[in-house]
């Protein structure tokens, strides 16, 4: 990219590169991408990932990135409703449960939902 436009690769640009290949559903290529990056991976990468991992059912890599999220921004309930969303679509209660226990004990609440309409 440098050569080609003069354009020095940021967080950013992979960000996009992993929700362009999790909308394709090449879930292990962009989690490729984020294990080659030369940053660390921030919330955007990981929730993009995240967020294709529900559309496509891939709860191994949906429980990898939602680790790696709640360790940026423990605080969020994104990660947490994401998993119990994806666990409760594909009818696994127990699991689905299992993530609700878990924002009890960190003491993590779900932020209501708000809209502008006037």
Sequence with gaps: MINDYGIEPRVEHFASLVDILGRQGQLQ??????????????????????????????VELALVAADALIRLEPESSAPYVLLYNMYANLGQWDDAESVRVLMEEKNVKKQAGYSWVD
């Design 29 to 58: 290529e962009a989690m490729d991408l984020i294990n080659t990056m030369p940053f660390k991976p921030d919330k955007a990468v990981w929730g993009a990932l995240l967020g294709a991992c529900r559309v496509h059912n891939n």
